[in-house]
């Protein structure tokens, strides 16, 4: 992970950061912005010097570098300068929305505190983030991620026919937090495509491993619902006569052949008398 913290005023706490960042893994101390490479990174400062540095003019290496890939930003709160720039936090560019941390450092006597800002900080940035997407002219997209993954997808793969209206696209884009591909078509229409959608088209293995996921959730959600059902002493017959939900189709998701869609979920928790978030693991029933 790449960490920039030449903008932190007091070098106690830039060694500080640096150990807590270290327990979570390798670091790659850098000493200024223009050092940064497309790869995921976090820079901490005072935040008055950070705010200053991303309201400047875009030659500033650090406004640059969060304007071409994601990038998390902490502001630390020590000083009246600090306090005093908050005000102007909504001059930040939009590109790191989401990705801009703010706390008043070091917390008193709580290193633990302090370690969990640093988690937080780590947890806004991804090796697998969206670096770069082209609109080819043959009908399809060329993308980069931050880990290295390259490709290109046919328009026809991502099924934008599936939308209410008809997409002509013109140009794609990373989103800012490198979460998503954002297609802009003729008449200012964005489309926004979910990058694990994207990394399951260019990656068969990522793209097993998501449809296991759904697979186990699924079947999770099928036994929570059975066993909910069972301690209750009632059928599956009667489980479709209080909820309005075909006996099959109750059959088919406890035995987690079938998803529930939202609604039929919210029949079958009003059904059984319980919370939907209970049957879809926030405790165990039975």
Known sequence: MQLLLTDVGSVTIKKRLLAYFEEYGPVEPLRSAAELMPRPAVVVGDLFRVV?????????????LVRRQPTAVAGLLRTR??????SRLHQVTRCVEGRFLVKRFPAPNDPDEDREFVGRILDCVSPDFLLTARLLPKGSIALEFGDGL???????????????????PETVRASCEGDSLQ???????????????????????????????????RREVGRRIRNARRSRGATQAGLSNTSGIAQEAISRIENGKQAPRADTLMKLADALDLPVDQLLGAGETG
């Open 52 to 64: 200053e540095r991303l309201t400047a003019a875009s030659s500033d290496p650090l406004s640059r």
């Open 150 to 168: 390259t490709g290109e997808i046919p328009l026809p793969a991502l099924r934008l026919d599936r939308l209410d209206r008809k997409l002509l």
């Open 81 to 86: 300068k600090d306090e005093l720039a908050v």
């Open 183 to 217: 297609i802009d078509d003729r008449t200012g229409y964005t489309v926004d495509v979910d990058c694990e959608v994207l990394r399951g088209l260019l990656d068969k293995k990522h793209a097993a491993g998501l449809r296991g996921e759904a697979d186990a959730v």
